[in-house]
């Protein structure tokens, strides 16, 4: 990859000294790679992965030829089948097809046209959003987690006219709603065949149906030259994940994802090279930052994606089949994987000796800043565990929620390779910091990525101070996204006048320049005393419990004390019920006195450890059989609790408790 930006751009940042204070008033920190002095001197938009990709189709054109036309995409059909792929040319073409098609049905080739993606990730997926760019039109991706009213809210708003979609069930879902979808005229159908059932019901809605291929089959007959975008140019109108309220549309330009791929490129150097070939597991939704930027970084660097098969269940089994180099991962995921692997060391006292032997003594290695596949300890121990994951792993990145450091140490220690836990937002297109690729410390989320400024603003009302290094995380730079889609009012309360994006995050500067993330302000609550209260900084602490799976903690202005949901660990729960001589199912293990007691013991351990406040702390909670997750609606695609949803759900069940005082 051409190196067009300032060497200094590519050194090392000193664990000690992890940010740079520009000079003026509001304590503005920087990458130490960064050699401007003052906020007026920082000109992100010089750095660039190379001198001609400034868009998103021009780094693809990049890939392909970078890659000398090698694998891009790939597939299996089934888990005892190996991965097919498809080649840069191949995808391209598929691209120009599809784009071709769009204006053959009569869509404008113009920055002003939307076209909706509503599809789990799969080559159709990219093949989609690369034609929509190859003729200047913006991608409006969906996910199911939204339901009827949040997609029938976004196409509505975006005047989709077109659709791409994946399966027959989320097709009859949309054709239910085709009554409120005034401008919803077309659907491209991914399975198939299209049964006559659905054809007819759309035959009714007054809405064209035609499958995947027999689209792209339109556009090859029909071929249009490409319309190449602009990198001011809206790429994709990204919404949010609806934890609360409606969705917002956050627009992403073409610069804005180029920025965030510089950013990962130049904060990942020293770790990952991103050579053509390289394989990486496509799972993490695409209608989401962090993965739409990684692929347009790897597109432009020629590596090859390889997608999952839609069942989280089986990932494990389709990480091991394609045995990527990089693997992005949710602390969702990783804490089960960690959960599984543990529970079959444990098993056996001479695995769990032999296995603290070795992590102990390779610990000591990556304290020292080595990371290793090659040790003794590896072809002994970790060797087995690596090949859970293919084996061939250099570098993990972990984003979206924090991670426990047992976790992110474990994981630095058996796949003997860097960890990068990365911070940001959808407004900042994908990340704002990330920790170095030689960092060995947890409990932060590291430095500010080349490409932005940050700095902290007081919050008074939650004891927060700027001149104490704590207060709300503001971001400035290329990264940041254009604003709402039709939505001026919201926008102006994200950017403020300066341009500073406001991140309803509460952070504090570490004395070694790291960034620690310690308080949401947007989810803060008051109790009755007049305390305000952060309930995702509960959350978290809850869940170092074994016993808890994952937590959601709620309190009223009225009431003097929190409550709290918890989704017990199931294997921790049975292995619990066992050593108790408990019997039962799941749901009346919830039930169970014992267990009960015991997970109230758990939680005011854990309250205690953290030294959380008496308003803080949880004095009664519901006992929920069931996991939260995206299929039940509790989650969102990034593994957030949907809070408006969760207390919804039980806010008959939180009135009793309260009503018991």
């Known amino acids: 990859m051409a190196e067009r930006a300032h060497p200094d751009l590519f050194r ?133 987690t939204l339901g009827p009213e949040g997609y029938e809210h976004i196409i509505n708003l975006t005047e989709v006219r077109l659709i791409v979609v994946d399966t027959h069930e989320k097709v009859t879902s949309l054709l239910d709603q085709c009554s409120k979808l005034p401008t919803l005229k077309h659907m491209v159908v991914m399975e198939t065949p299209i049964t006559d059932e659905i054809t007819e019901k759309a035959v009714k809605m ?72 390289y394989r990486y597991i496509s799972y993490l939704p695409l209608a989401h930052g962090l993965e739409h930027s990684a692929q347009a970084l790897l597109f432009h660097s020629g590596c090859s994606v390889g997608f999952f098969r839609g069942d989280l269940k089986e990932l494990v089994n389709d990480i091991q089949e394609l045995k990527p180099e990089l693997f992005a991962v949710v602390p969702r995921l990783a804490n089960k994987l960690y959960d599984k692997i543990m529970a079959k060391i444990n098993a056996s006292y001479v695995k769990r000796a032999l296995f603290r032997w070795a992590f102990n003594a390779k610990k000591r290695e990556v304290d020292r800043g080595i990371f290793s596949k090659n040790t003794w300890y590896d072809k002994i121990v970790f060797g087995k565990i690596q090949a859970l994951l293919g084996g061939q792993l250099q570098w993990i990145v972990t984003g979206s929620a924090p991670i426990s450091d047992e976790v992110l140490t474990f994981f630095r220690v058996v796949f003997g390779c860097p960890v990068s836990e990365a911070y940001g937002q959808t407004e900042a297109t994908c990340g704002a910091t990330f920790t170095l690729p030689n960092e060995t410390s947890s409990g932060h989320v590291g430095s500010p990525l080349p490409n932005v400024m940050i700095k902290l603003v007081d919050v008074e009302e939650m004891g927060y101070l700027a001149s104490q290094d704590k207060g709300e995380i503001c971001m400035k730079g290329s990264c940041v996204f254009k604003g709402y889609f039709k939505n001026q009012e919201k926008t102006d309360e994200a950017i403020d006048s300066e341009g500073w994006l406001h991140s309803g995050d509460i952070g504090e500067w570490l004395p070694n320049g790291a960034l620690k993330i310690t308080d949401r302000k947007k989810n803060i609550y008051k109790l009755s005393q007049g305390e305000y209260v952060a309930p995702e900084k509960i959350e978290n602490v809850l869940m170092r419990s074994p016993l808890v799976g994952q937590a959601f903690v709620y309190g009223e202005s009225l009431q003097s004390y929190n409550i709290a949901v918890i989704a017990p660990e199931e294997e921790e729960l049975k292995k619990f019920a066992e050593n108790n001589a408990i019997k039962g199912k799941v749901e009346e293990l919830c039930e169970n006195e014992t267990v009960r007691r015991a997970i109230q013991a758990e939680i005011d351990k854990q309250c205690t450890a953290a030294k959380l406040c008496g308003f803080e702390k949880v004095r009664k909670f519901i006992l929920h059989p069931e996991p939260f997750s995206v299929e039940n609606g509790l989650l969102t695609p990034t593994f957030k609790n949907k809070r408006n949803v969760i207390k919804a759900m039980f806010k008959e069940k939180i009135d009793q408790l309260y009503s018991e005082n």
Not at 115 to 133: F, H, K, M, T
Not at 221 to 235: E, G, I, S, T
Not at 241 to 263: C, E
Request: with cysteine; net charge negative; hydrophobic share 35%.
């Open 12 to 144: 090392p940042v000193p664990l000690d000294k992890q940010t740079k204070i520009l000079q003026g008033k509001g304590g503005i920190r920087v990458s130490p790679k960064i050699s401007c002095t003052s906020e007026k001197d920082f000109n992100c938009d010089e750095l660039t992965l190379d001198g001609h990709a400034k868009t998103v189709y021009e780094g693809f054109l990049r890939g392909e030829r970078v890659s000398n036309d090698g694998p891009c995409l790939g597939w299996r059909a089934s888990g005892s089948q190996p991965y097919q792929w498809m080649s840069y040319s191949e995808v391209r073409r598929k691209a120009q097809y599809f784009g071709s098609a769009l204006v053959e049905k009569g869509l404008d080739p113009s920055n002003e046209t939307k076209v909706a993606i509503y599809s789990q990730n799969r080559p159709e997926w990219v093949i989609a959003d690369l034609g929509c760019i190859t003729y200047s039109m913006v991608t409006v991706p969906l996910y199911s």
């Open 206 to 277: 007054g809405v064209d149906l035609i499958a995947y291929d027999d689209f792209l089959a339109s556009g090859e007959r029909n071929l249009k030259d490409p319309v190449p975008c602009n990198p001011d140019d809206v790429a994709v109108i990204r919404f949010t994940s609806g934890t609360t309220g409606i969705p917002k549309g956050a627009m992403m330009t073409h610069a804005n994802i180029m920025a965030s791929a510089t950013n990962m490129y130049i904060s990942s150097r020293d770790c990952f090279s991103f050579d053509p070939g």
